[in-house]
């Protein structure tokens, strides 16, 4: 297939030499089943290339998957990548065929590679040896027959350097590796790219479609472009909603790219620290209150499970009634209503009224705390939107500046599904 039908036929826009170039390894690498690494900055379009890659293989009826290895929690990937056995740990309550099984013939595309636990890679690295792996509980060895594509926007070397990618896996995965550049080394798409995207969000709004002043071309060729494609996407989506006037001079373009004064030339470290101190003291307050308060829930939530499984002692109920009091603040106001005792045991009956009233008002609590929650979720929802803005989508320093490890990140995009 020519460069030319790939691209109209996965939708890349670009013509520079080195995007066709990495487009040509895919292509020549597609029919074998050698594993392919892809590698580049964030945002330059890596995902399309397994799509790609997996398109134009004989296995092109087989199954495709794509597992996002930063997305799942490090206590469950090796169960989803492999499967387990019924029993095998608490909660596996039916036997689990993981993707590598499900997968058979077929490709997976493995993408943030960097982010899997070392003990998992030591189990890619088998499967990708002999083809063999096992299901987690399991010491029966199975068969499968899947081709790998791995991704990722790490430094593979460094994280090689600091323990925390091994090095056997790093030259299994890397046989044949594809590098997708950055933006600015494209400069010859940047235009096209904008006119691409503002075009297809005008029609998608229903807006008149934008036109760039020469000047305004300048600056969009002359940026840096960190966040890559997907901050250029970012950009036009957002003049097309927002400016009405539809024709773009500088003065709009740096509204949207704040830091566009500075051009193409290698960023300033003082520059650098300027971008992460952006974050305002009001966010780091706003933060630092949603945690506690979404501690506070759960510590209430905890001690009323206690409660429900009696494990709160009577005692320490009547030796701390102000502790009890300012938990239940409601609790009061329903001392004095008609309770029907049993008259058999009525110490014990007190016990299990005030126990009752306990969780009773609990629930009522925590109805608003839903409701507290509920809001809670938008403003950190707001907050990751604005700090993956701020850091034009580069998700390992928004997560730095959010004081979150970069897992929780995207369990985070995925939870709140936020498109950056
Ligand atoms: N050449 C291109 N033509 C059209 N759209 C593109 C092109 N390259 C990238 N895009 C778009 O840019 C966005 C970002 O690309 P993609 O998701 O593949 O980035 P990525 O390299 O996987 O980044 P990350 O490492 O952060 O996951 C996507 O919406 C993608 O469709
Ligand atoms: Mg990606």
Redesign the pocket.
Known sequence: MEIQSI?QRF????HSPV?DRALDVARQVSPTDISVL?T?????????FPKIIHQLSARKHGPFIAVNCGAIPEGTIDSELFGHEKGSFTGAHEARRGYFEVVNNGTIFL??VAELPLLTQVRLLRVLESGEFMKVGSSKALKTNVRVVA???VNLQEAIQSGKFREDLFYRLNTVPIY?PPLRERQE?IIM?FK??SSDFAEKYRMPPLQLTPEAERILLNYRWPG???Q??NMAEQISVIENNRIISPEIIHKYLPHAAESNLPVLVSDLKKNENAISERDLLYKVLFDMKKDIADLKKIIAELDRSGLVSGDFQQENPQLIKSLYKNMEDHQNEDIVRNPIDEKSQNRQDDLHQIIENYEEETSSIGEENLSIQHKERDLIVKALQRHN???KRAAQELGISERTLYRKIKEYDIRY
């Open positions: 691209k939708g890349i826009i670009g995007l892809i580049g900055e964030s945002g330059v379009g890596k995902e399309v993408d943030e991704a990722t926007n997708v798409d790219l691409k995207f890559n494609i997907r250029l996407k989508g580069r998700r």
